[in-house]
């Protein structure tokens, strides 16, 4: 059972940037596939960017371009870089994770029901 701890959420001004950090125990974390999730009040929640087993990455469509993911096996530790932040990113983001090996034939999802493990989430505000 893999334990998942985000940090780095804050409120910032539009055109500013964010870095989100997801720290990663009890599980081997180079076997997990990762990725970061959002979601506001009323709305599911979406993929926003993913990384997987081979270092493929995939992003939503409204981020791409301004946000990267990114994970660090020496500091069991996934990243998410947020640039050119906009009002409409404001979210709580979550950090989410599942063995690689689960997703047979699939090397990265953004499919929120792929993942096994999650976090409680950070708060990204972004005011105009």
């Known amino acids: 059972q893999a334990q998942l701890m985000e940090s780095g959420g804050g409120s910032v001004q539009a055109g500013g940037s964010l870095r989100l950090s997801c720290a990663a125990s009890?599980?081997?974390?180079?076997?997990?596939?990762m990725g970061w999730f959002r979601q506001v009040p009323g709305k599911e929640r979406e993929g926003v960017a993913a990384?997987?087993?081979?270092?493929?990455?995939s992003y939503a469509d409204s981020v791409k371009g301004r946000f990267t993911i990114s994970k660090d096996n020496a500091k069991n530790t996934l990243y998410l870089q947020m640039n050119s932040l906009k009002p409409e990113d404001t979210s709580m983001y979550y950090c989410?994770?599942?063995?690689?090996?689960?997703?047979?034939?699939?090397?990265?999802?953004?499919?929120?029901?792929?993942?096994?493990?999650w976090g409680r989430g950070t708060q990204v505000t972004v005011s105009s």
């Open positions: 990384v997987g087993s081979d270092g493929s990455t």
């Open positions: 009890g599980y081997p974390f180079s076997d997990l596939c």
């Open positions: 989410a994770a599942v063995p690689c090996l689960v997703l047979t034939g699939l090397s990265v999802t953004l499919d929120v029901q792929k993942y096994h493990f």
